[in-house]
């Protein structure tokens, strides 16, 4: 077993480098991949190997897979927005996933885990689980494309003879961190005072430790084309995660989210949507974003993982709380990446 190397890609986001730590920690050896090989800062200190290589680009990927017996596929493009959203965001997801499970083929890979996401699930019978399939609601590209590739990396794992197993996170967040995700920005506007609005968004928020050690007991213990959810079991509202706030740092004088109605809250994301054709910059809010997660409770059915993978995730509150105090604590140290 001592020659096999574990490939990461992704290695420096929030997951990939949580991962890469976690499997270190354990004695694997270990490859990663980055886009921008003069991106060193999340690998200091770590005895890994770092190589360039893009999900998109099938010589890059030929390169990094040589010698891989186990792949953990993170790589991929998280974002809820962009100038166009079909090409940047679904045709990016859908490819990169196509030349992953192509090249791996060619290069004799054994095992993938794929991160998928929670964005893959049915939410019309709560809590959301595995067994009810996939997501119907085509509204975003982003879900879109989560939706798609997870099935996508299902049939190409069957057709190519790859032991293949998804794991579905929700929103992770904590340390360490070396640019802020989407997740652990939203900690941090909570912790600045910048919820002005309760949007009736609900969260599920889980530790990214946990995460990374769901994957990989994913790769040690996961059944082949099985999906497998990494959240919480209850969600979180608005409310209640400036409260958990504002009880940590009472010094902070947090206001409570107000709550609007929702035809209030679709006249503003309309105006917000409009100039952010002007600017070129995301919207705080989207319509089609409302529809989707207006009063949307994110509720999970974590049994399976539990069962078989021996998941066994923080409480919610912990994890907000323990992202709450980094982010205050040790964020500011850095620039912003």
């Not at 197993?165 to 360490?176: D, H, N, Q, R, T």
Request: aromatic letters at 8%; proline letters at 3%.
């Amino acid at each position: 077993m001592s020659d096999e190397i574990s490939l990461v890609t992704g290695g420096n986001g929030h997951l990939g480098n949580n991962l890469i730590r976690l499997l270190l920690s354990e004695n694997i050896k270990v490859r990663t991949t980055v886009r921008h090989i003069n991106n060193t800062e999340p690998f200091k200190g770590l005895d890994c190997e770092v190589v360039q290589a893009d999900i998109t680009d099938r010589k890059s990927l030929r390169k990094a897979f040589e010698g891989i017996t186990n792949l953990y596929a993170v790589a991929a493009n998280f974002s809820m927005w962009a100038k166009n959203p079909k090409t940047e965001i679904y045709d990016n997801n859908m490819q990169g996933t196509q030349n992953v499970f192509d090249i791996a083929k060619e290069c004799g890979i054994k095992n993938i885990v794929y991160v998928s996401s929670v964005a893959s699930l049915d939410f019309t019978k709560l809590p959301a689980s595995v067994d009810n399939g996939y997501n119907k609601d085509r509204r975003n590209w982003y879900y879109n494309s989560k939706n798609d590739s997870d099935k996508l990396a299902m049939e190409l794992g069957k057709k190519y003879g790859i032991r293949t197993v998804l794991v579905l996170p929700s929103a992770m967040i904590g340390s360490k961190a070396y640019k802020l995700s989407y997740t652990n920005n939203l900690v941090l506007q909570i912790l600045n005072g910048e919820i002005p609005v309760d949007t009736n968004v609900t969260l599920n928020w889980v530790d990214v430790k946990d995460v990374a050690l769901g994957t990989y007991n994913a790769m040690e213990k996961g059944r082949d084309s099985e999906r497998y959810i990494l959240s919480n079991e209850k969600h979180t509202t608005l409310q209640e995660s400036v409260k958990i706030a504002s009880d940590l740092y009472p010094e902070l004088k947090l206001k409570m989210p107000k709550k609007v109605p929702k035809c209030l809250l679709y006249s503003v994301a309309g105006l917000m949507e409009f100039s952010s054709k002007l600017t070129g910059k995301e919207p705080l809010l989207q319509r089609h974003y409302l529809d989707m997660f207006y009063d949307l409770k994110q509720d999970y059915d974590i049994s399976k993982s539990k069962e078989e993978l021996g998941y066994n995730p923080k409480p919610s509150k912990m994890a907000l709380e323990n992202a709450l105090k980094y982010l205050k604590n040790e964020w500011k140290d850095k620039k912003m990446a």
